[in-house]
């Protein structure tokens, strides 16, 4: 209780003493003055109270934002990568790291644009020769995108370890053996196999590509180059369906459409073999070169977490919000040409050459254009990032209204000429999806970034879009599924474009916050290699949804140290275990385990390194008797030396003589203190480097609390580093070396334990505060 709730109870307890002994007469006054005079203090008590409430509550609020403003670290401008600065030409931003890439990845990308084209120009006649329905041939055709899917992962993965040019060449190679399996397909289903390989193989595209080209090639260019590799992808849908539609005619008869795979099969592995001697680019390099003036290296990064990855790419706001919109727009991008063409020739009845010539005349709009876009973003971006990415949005705005107008128009001419600026305006902002992407994912994630955000597009927009155009044309046709669809699709997509403009500048200060806590990082490990901690905890923002529970949390434990954790109820405590454990992801800051980020790195491969927790509430198998136990726990030691385990099993027996007595026992019938000890030693089965343990305390009577104080004791004399999250400020004191306390998510103490103890207003808190951190 404070001061002002302290005096504000004396105040109300001398009033009720004043009313008890007032003089006999008084109180036989009438009822009425009796009852007035009796609740008004206990009114004005009220009142005083809600007062004081909603000062704190005031008071709180402030609190908060104050620490808001400054988890935000916004920097200037000018600051932020790519910002301002010289303005490059596309000339010099390819002199800057060599053509061979760009031209490579193009041509690449332009054989994806071509068979996607081929295939939409050929649907219909694939359709008669394997006699399927409409809503067949259009979920076949746009499957793919649900089969890039099972690709997406696995290639930005990838991309994220691996040389990326050989990475680039086995997904061409493959891609070019799937295209010739498409015309060698015999029926349906094997149609359907070879769309399966060809989807998969074709994952390549977005995550390798564009973290390649990323890493390649200068901030300042990014927009042009997507942009150049748009054309050459356009340029090759442009011409695909006249070239296309030449090669069905010329070979003629009803399989007269394998031959346009069976040729396209051939350069594409010609380009395939080249991409295998493309250099690989330093991670990050222009990023760090903008930000820091020289480029940080690292000899073999920690391996990454997909699931780690997903987590906190999906924790910025950026990210979030644009993977989300342009999987609303994947609808018009991949299944509205199909539909195009099934009402062309439904409709209108055109052949397969006449659509070819129609699909040509309606993609040269998108090569007149895409050479202003990319430039005019590059420009943008250079003076205000915000404004780059509402030019996205607004590209994409004036499709809702214009696709209604296309679908309606009577004849085929003026079908094409009223597809032509919808088709431009969503290829142009496509096309800025891989830019936007790269600004904003942390470099060691860039190529699962684009992987996240391929497969929203296309298994959210392409796929579900197919699977909704195939029942809405079983029912209605292709107008009604363009419109039902595709309207409202493209509408919400490019709001949230729009929207997603206010928060770019604040997730480009995290970049450049996270690069200088690297450079510092560096250098602070390069001035003294002796003393790099064994764990490092820095910057950490922790949220469970939409709830921050963790503000900028940092604290470092060295060698042979152990370090408490203490503070109120709901501090953050065991969260923050769980972020050094990797049970759950920051959403800002990093971990460090011997001076090499483990942020990213999954939960049983942190265990392999010696990060071993020790979590809070019952750790053992009740059922199971202490050997069965401990056997249970040297599972993952089962293929290493057995001398090793059965050292490890001697080492945890003698450091628990009481265990070895029981070992035939059962664990559950045992007592708290005692199974609390059978977990601890299951933990030591793995000889961990860093040992967590959440609440050791809790719950036990003062005698066994005892004995695991003396068995910590000899781990510490042993020389185990250890964070013991405790509620006890007696028994941290007895234990740790050093503390944190932590108060609402923020540390507010870092130093030598018996220091706390002296700060009456924290230890009064440690005393007071409950578990439920």
Same mark, same amino acid.
């Given at each position: 209780?404070?001061?002002?709730?302290?005096?504000?109870?004396?105040?109300?307890?001398?009033?009720?003493?004043?009313?008890?002994?007032?003089?006999?007469?008084?109180?036989?006054?009438?009822?009425?003055?009796?009852?007035?005079?009796?609740?008004?203090?206990?009114?004005?008590?009220?009142?005083?109270?809600?007062?004081?409430?909603?000062? =704190?509550?005031?008071?709180?609020?402030?609190?908060?934002?104050?620490?808001?403003?400054?988890?935000?670290?916004?920097?200037?401008? /000018?600051?932020?990568?790519?910002?301002?600065?010289?303005?490059?030409?596309?000339?010099?931003?390819?002199?800057?790291?060599?053509?061979?890439?760009?031209?490579?990845?193009?041509?690449?990308?332009?054989? /994806?644009?071509?068979?996607?084209?081929?295939?939409? #120009?050929?649907?219909?006649?694939?359709?008669?020769?394997?006699?399927?329905?409409?809503?067949?041939?259009?979920?076949?055709?746009?499957?793919?995108?649900?089969?890039?899917?099972?690709?997406?992962?696995?290639?930005?993965?990838?991309?994220?370890?691996? +040389?990326?040019?050989?990475?680039?060449?086995?997904?061409?190679? !493959?891609?070019?053996?799937? #295209?010739?399996?498409?015309?060698?397909?015999?029926?349906?289903?094997?149609?359907?196999?070879?769309?399966?390989?060809?989807?998969?193989?074709?994952?390549?595209?977005?995550?390798?590509?564009? %973290?390649?080209?990323?890493?390649? $090639?200068?901030?300042?260019?990014?927009?042009?180059?997507?942009?150049?590799?748009?054309?050459?992808? +356009?340029?090759?849908?442009?011409?695909?369906?006249?070239?296309?539609?030449?090669?069905?005619?010329?070979?003629?008869?009803?399989?007269?459409?394998?031959?346009?795979?069976?040729?396209?099969?051939?350069? &594409?592995?010609?380009?395939?073999?080249?991409?295998?001697?493309?250099?690989?680019?330093?991670?990050?390099?222009?990023?760090?070169?903008?930000?820091?003036?020289?480029?940080?290296?690292?000899?073999?990064?920690?391996?990454?977490?997909?699931?780690?990855?997903?987590?906190?790419?999906?924790?910025?706001? &950026?990210?979030?919000?644009?993977?989300?919109?342009?999987?609303?727009?994947?609808?018009?991008?991949?299944?509205?040409?199909?539909?195009?063409?099934?009402?062309?020739?439904?409709?209108?009845?055109?052949?397969?050459?006449?659509?070819?010539? $129609?699909?040509?005349?309606?993609?040269?709009?998108?090569?007149?254009?895409?050479?202003?876009?990319?430039?005019?973003?590059?420009?943008?971006?250079?003076?205000?990032?915000?404004?780059?990415?509402?030019?996205?949005?607004?590209?994409?705005?004036?499709?809702?209204?214009?696709?209604?107008?296309?679908?309606?128009?009577?004849?085929?001419?003026?079908?094409?000429?009223?597809?032509?600026?919808?088709?431009?305006?969503? %290829?142009?902002?496509?096309?800025?999806?891989?830019? #936007?992407?790269?600004? #904003? %994912?942390?470099?060691?994630?860039?190529?699962?970034?684009?992987?996240?955000?391929?497969?929203?597009?296309?298994?959210?927009?392409?796929?579900?879009?197919?699977?909704?155009?195939?029942?809405?044309?079983?029912?209605?046709?292709?107008?009604?599924?363009?419109?039902?669809?595709?309207?409202?699709?493209?509408?919400?997509?490019?709001?949230?474009?729009?929207? %997603?403009?206010?928060?770019?500048?604040?997730?480009?200060?995290?970049?450049?916050?996270?690069?200088?806590?690297?450079?510092?990082?560096?250098?602070?490990?390069?001035?003294?290699?002796?003393?790099?901690?064994?764990?490092?905890?820095? /910057?950490?923002?922790?949220?469970?949804?939409?709830?921050?529970?963790?503000?900028?949390?940092?604290?470092?434990? +060295?060698?042979?140290?152990?370090?408490?954790?203490?503070?109120?109820?709901?501090?953050?405590?065991?969260?923050?275990?769980?972020?050094?454990?990797?049970?759950?992801?920051?959403? +800002?800051?990093?971990?460090?385990?011997?001076?090499?980020?483990?942020?990213?790195?999954?939960?049983?491969?942190?265990?392999?390194?010696?990060?071993?927790?020790?979590?809070?509430?019952?750790?053992?198998?009740?059922?199971?008797?202490?050997?069965?136990? =401990?056997?249970?726990?040297?599972?993952?030691?089962?293929?290493?030396?057995?001398?090793?385990?059965? !050292?490890?099993?001697?080492?945890?027996?003698?450091?628990?003589?009481?265990?070895?007595?029981?070992?035939?026992?059962?664990?559950?019938?045992?007592?708290?203190?005692?199974?609390?000890?059978?977990?601890?030693?299951?933990?030591?089965?793995?000889?961990?480097?860093?040992?967590?343990?959440?609440?050791?305390?809790?719950?036990?009577?003062?005698?066994?609390?005892?004995?695991?104080?003396?068995?910590?004791?000899?781990?510490?004399?042993?020389?185990?580093?250890?964070?013991?999250?405790?509620?006890?400020?007696?028994?941290? =004191?007895?234990?740790? /070396?050093?503390?944190?306390?932590?108060?609402?998510?923020?540390?507010?103490?870092?130093?030598?334990?018996?220091?706390?103890?002296?700060?009456?207003?924290?230890?009064?808190?440690?005393?007071?505060?409950?578990?439920?951190?």
């Amino acid at each position: 209780m404070d001061d002002a709730t302290r005096n504000e109870a004396d105040d109300a307890t001398g009033h009720e003493a004043h009313h008890a002994t007032r003089d006999e007469g008084t109180r036989h006054d009438a009822t009425r003055d009796e009852t007035t005079e009796a609740v008004a203090p206990r009114a004005e008590h009220r009142r005083l109270a809600a007062e004081l409430a909603i000062e =704190l509550v005031d008071a709180e609020a402030e609190r908060a934002r104050a620490a808001e403003v400054e988890r935000e670290v916004l920097f200037a401008d /000018d600051l932020l990568p790519g910002v301002g600065g010289e303005q490059l030409t596309l000339r010099q931003g390819l002199a800057a790291g060599g053509s061979a890439t760009f031209l490579t990845l193009m041509a690449l990308s332009a054989f /994806d644009e071509l068979e996607t084209a081929t295939l939409g #120009v050929l649907a219909p006649d694939i359709r008669d020769s394997f006699g399927m329905s409409d809503g067949a041939i259009v979920f076949l055709s746009a499957a793919s995108g649900a089969f890039l899917v099972l690709g997406a992962l696995p290639m930005g993965w990838l991309a994220d370890r691996y +040389r990326r040019g050989r990475v680039a060449g086995w997904a061409g190679l !493959a891609f070019a053996a799937f #295209v010739f399996a498409c015309g060698m397909a015999a029926n349906v289903f094997l149609m359907f196999l070879a769309r399966l390989g060809v989807g998969v193989a074709k994952a390549s595209t977005l995550p390798v590509h564009g %973290s390649l080209n990323a890493d390649t $090639y200068p901030i300042g260019v990014r927009g042009r180059i997507a942009a150049a590799t748009g054309m050459a992808g +356009r340029l090759a849908g442009v011409l695909s369906p006249l070239v296309v539609g030449a090669i069905a005619a010329v070979a003629g008869g009803d399989d007269g459409w394998r031959w346009a795979f069976f040729i396209l099969g051939v350069p &594409t592995a010609l380009v395939a073999l080249y991409a295998f001697r493309l250099p690989e680019p330093p991670r990050g390099q222009h990023e760090m070169k903008a930000v820091l003036g020289e480029v940080i290296t690292h000899d073999k990064p920690m391996p990454i977490s997909i699931e780690a990855a997903f987590a906190r790419l999906m924790r910025i706001r &950026t990210t979030r919000t644009v993977v989300l919109a342009f999987a609303a727009m994947g609808f018009g991008l991949f299944t509205g040409p199909v539909l195009t063409n099934l009402w062309m020739e439904d409709h209108f009845g055109l052949g397969t050459f006449e659509r070819g010539v $129609y699909g040509t005349l309606g993609g040269l709009g998108v090569l007149a254009v895409l050479p202003f876009v990319g430039p005019r973003y590059d420009r943008l971006y250079r003076t205000d990032p915000a404004r780059a990415l509402k030019l996205v949005g607004y590209l994409i705005l004036p499709v809702a209204a214009l696709t209604p107008v296309q679908w309606f128009m009577p004849t085929a001419p003026a079908f094409v000429i009223a597809q032509m600026l919808p088709l431009v305006l969503l %290829s142009a902002a496509f096309a800025m999806i891989g830019p #936007v992407m790269q600004s #904003v %994912s942390p470099y060691r994630l860039r190529g699962l970034g684009t992987a996240l955000a391929a497969i929203h597009i296309f298994f959210i927009g392409a796929t579900g879009g197919s699977l909704l155009s195939a029942l809405i044309l079983d029912s209605y046709d292709a107008r009604a599924a363009a419109l039902v669809i595709g309207v409202p699709a493209t509408l919400v997509g490019s709001l949230m474009l729009i929207r %997603s403009s206010s928060f770019i500048k604040h997730d480009l200060a995290l970049v450049v916050h996270e690069l200088r806590e690297e450079l510092a990082e560096r250098d602070r490990q390069a001035r003294d290699p002796e003393r790099v901690p064994v764990l490092q905890v820095n /910057d950490v923002d922790f949220e469970y949804g939409n709830v921050q529970v963790l503000f900028g949390v940092g604290f470092e434990v +060295r060698r042979g140290e152990v370090l408490a954790l203490l503070g109120t109820n709901g501090a953050g405590k065991s969260t923050i275990l769980k972020a050094i454990c990797g049970l759950g992801t920051p959403s +800002r800051g990093v971990v460090r385990l011997n001076g090499k980020t483990v942020t990213y790195v999954s939960p049983e491969r942190r265990g392999r390194y010696g990060i071993r927790l020790l979590p809070g509430g019952k750790g053992t198998f009740p059922g199971m008797t202490v050997a069965e136990n =401990l056997e249970m726990a040297a599972f993952g030691l089962r293929d290493r030396d057995r001398a090793h385990r059965d !050292a490890r099993l001697a080492y945890v027996l003698d450091v628990f003589p009481d265990l070895n007595a029981r070992l035939a026992q059962r664990a559950g019938s045992m007592s708290g203190g005692q199974q609390q000890q059978l977990a601890l030693a299951m933990v030591l089965m793995h000889d961990p480097e860093v040992l967590l343990i959440d609440e050791l305390s809790l719950g036990l009577a003062p005698v066994v609390v005892r004995d695991l104080l003396a068995v910590i004791e000899r781990l510490k004399a042993d020389g185990m580093t250890m964070i013991i999250v405790e509620q006890s400020l007696n028994v941290a =004191l007895a234990i740790a /070396d050093r503390a944190v306390f932590l108060e609402k998510g923020q540390v507010r103490f870092t130093g030598d334990a018996r220091e706390l103890a002296e700060r009456d207003d924290l230890a009064r808190a440690v005393f007071l505060g409950k578990d439920g951190g």
